[in-house]
């Protein structure tokens, strides 16, 4: 009798598996089809042996686009994360994701120029609209932006997304991809329940995601779903069937050890009763959110985050630099 396949060769047979690191050596060892990224994860990588030869190429490169030093730091994490991706795609099959700077996430047009200045960098570079999603918080503001974006052949991945009016308004913009957080919301849930353990079909982020993906499937949308930010395998098991889940080296690992079962519980032929469509414009966006404490907080929280690992990228950037 042959050998049980690892859950993650049995997650890949239902659902595509992306990598959620941006250092090379760990996609290189997972073979995902897909890479996401992010300000976090770009440092963390920046830590790694060797990267700060890519630091002073991206610098190189701004000195020569602007005078100002300013402009010159932008356009130097512009091209670092623009530079990251083109190795990631030497990789993978398919899509990487590169975030616009999250201090621009309710700011509909800064959002809208940065991104079509990150997209037009991997144009020179031969690569394809087809191949980049660029990645933006899930404010108005930024499903705003995407609605503009998609209609140019510039496809998003709509990140930070906690509450269903999140998820609707983004079907509704046409955005190609979102990343619901389903480690952050059962983060929130424990905190404000006094609760240290949920069985993974209560996990609040896992019940999230489920309605998401049913929704979606029940009416149409083709917005693609991928499941991020775990804390744990059994939400991942959970959520087996999902179109794609981004998932960390550490949780890849143990999947990869586990020769278990794995049954399929997402499945678009399975949805149940179907959700009626809700609709969706500015006011009743805003209203919802607002009524939902954790994804109001939540979503507050991860740009503020993701801002302050901008800052400091920036700073190993300008004293890099200096």
Known sequence: MGTQASKLEQLREMTVVVADTGEIGQIERFRPVDATTNPSLLLKAAQQPGFDTHIRTAIDWAREQADSSET??????????????????????GRVSTEVDAR?????????????????????????????????????????????????????????????CQAVACADAGVTLISPFVGRILDWHKQASGRDHYPSREDPGVISVTRIYNYYKSHGYDTIVMGASFRNTGEIEELAGCDRLTIGPALLEALDADHGELPRRLDPENLGIAEPVTACNESSFRWALNADAMATEKLAEGIRNFAADAVKLENLVRDTAS
């Open 72 to 93: 010159q730091l932008d356009h130097a994490l512009d091209r670092l994360a623009v530079d990251t991706g083109i190795r990631i795609l030497e990789l993978i099959p």
């Open 104 to 164: 621009l996430s309710f700011d509909t047009w800064a959002t809208i120029e940065r991104a079509r200045k990150l997209i037009r960098m991997y144009n020179e570079a031969g690569i394809d609209n087809d191949r980049v999603l660029i990645k933006i918080a899930s404010t108005w503001e930024g499903i705003h932006a995407a609605r503009q974006l998609e209609q140019e052949g510039i496809h998003c991945n709509l990140t930070l997304l906690f509450g269903f």
